[in-house]
């Protein structure tokens, strides 16, 4: 069983001084050329999912589940062919999972669209202390990094003729770790426009611009901040949020502080939300950074009451000021999902790496009203093995019903799976959130650590304490 290494989560895409020494800030023309070759082997491949019934509450729709990809954290370095435990995603093995992806998306059943939930470049040596990337040379590699990903991305969801929905990862900006979505000097301005297309441009591929026919976009009210809504099929809406902007550690580059854009994103959360009850539609969460805590920050057999801001993934803003009341974003966060439960029928969101679960409670601290699932990391930076999901969804309450891992080791390129129905016990015939609300947290967290790591032995640390979402943290 292998534990964490305590220098080698130097390179911890959490902290906004992350880096990878070994990949760093390569000049060589010839890696530039090669970083655009990494191409899409579509082929035949039969995915062994089961099917589940719906919770009992609604029964499951008679043409069967739905499908989708969910992927996270590739962080890909185009200047090293080679992957290391501790490292970020080299060309070989990204190559390798754009072959994989490829046959996923061509099985039998297909997978109807993908969720990719940031992180797209390798890290990067921080300049400054507060890693900021200025335009010119300094900003040259993690750019190339972030296009080579998005054209990539955007090869394999064209082959399979699906569209791709993207949420701002922390690591995504231009500007460097943690920065906002849009910078203020230097052109591109934004991630999504180094990979530039006039007829099918991000953060939405193979998605029509406004809503008529699904997939569609609903809202893209303020595309300098990252955050939009679609409708991927008939009656589901997904609330793409960028929780860079909430986050603990966050600077702002596009002229907007962050507690003044964070308040806009949760006024216009809550405004979507809305509008799909009056549309009637079920909605999915989708996002980057988590709400809760960050186990590995915690680091301690015992989770705390009040966390600092450190062990906290988002920030605790907005501040009060005076004797004026102010709610902070996790309580209100965690008053809409409470508010619209009949509506939210999933929580989807990366970062952390690992295959994690979490549970969303209500104001009460009593209620889980949702499940949020993480999609593990491409890259193996946190000594996890190489990961992405297959979701299986029930096409009438959009209730998850499984997940199925595809993973490999570093040694091995054969593509093995496991699924959270099995790995969990759940009883046959419940949805996701049936079988993770029912269980105690210790018989959930002794079952998630089965996998945590994508089957690369223990996590090193007490994993419980990122489980349970709730207000006040």
Known sequence: MKSLNAVSRQCNSRSAKAFNTASGFSTRARWRRLCTTILCLPLSLAINSTSFADNPSSQASSSGPGYFLHLSDVHLDTYSDTTTYGGDTGRA?????????????????????????????????????????????????????IATILNNMRSVADAAGVPLFYSPGNNDSLGGDYFSFTTDEGKPKTPIQLSPSQNNPYPALNTAASCGSAPCIVSNAHPQFGYYSVRPVAGLRIVALNSIILGHTYHSRDGTSQTEAGNQQMDWMESELL???????????????????????????????????????????????????????????????????PYISGVLYGHTHMDEVRRIYGSDNQTITAVALSAPGITPQHYNNPGFKVVSYDTASKEFLNAVTHYRTLSDKTWSTYDLQSTFG??????????FKGQSLGNLNTDMDKVFTVMNGDAGYNTSCGIEVRPGQ
């Not at 999972?97 to 890290?123: C, N, R, W």
């Not at 680091?299 to 102010?326: D, E, F, I, K, Y």
């Not at 759940?426 to 079988?435: I, P």
């Open 275 to 341: 509008s799909a009850k009056n549309a009637g539609e079920k909605v999915w969460l989708i996002m980057h950074i988590p709400p809760g805590l960050d186990a590995y920050a915690v680091n301690s057999a015992t989770c705390p009451t009040s966390p600092t801001a450190s062990q906290a993934m988002w920030a605790h803003l907005p501040r009060q000021t005076g004797n004026q009341p102010v709610v902070q974003w996790l309580d209100r966060f965690i008053s809409a999902v409470e508010t619209y439960q």
């Open 93 to 145: 093995l990204w190559a390798d999972t754009q072959a994989k992806l490829g046959q996923v998306l061509m099985a039998s059943p297909k997978p109807e669209f993908i969720v990719y939930t940031g992180d797209l470049p390798a890290h990067y040596h921080c300049p400054d202390n507060r890693c900021y990337l200025p335009p010119g040379a300094p900003r040259t590699d993690h750019n190339t990094n």
């Open 426 to 435: 759940c009883t046959t015939g419940s949805t996701l959130f049936d079988c």
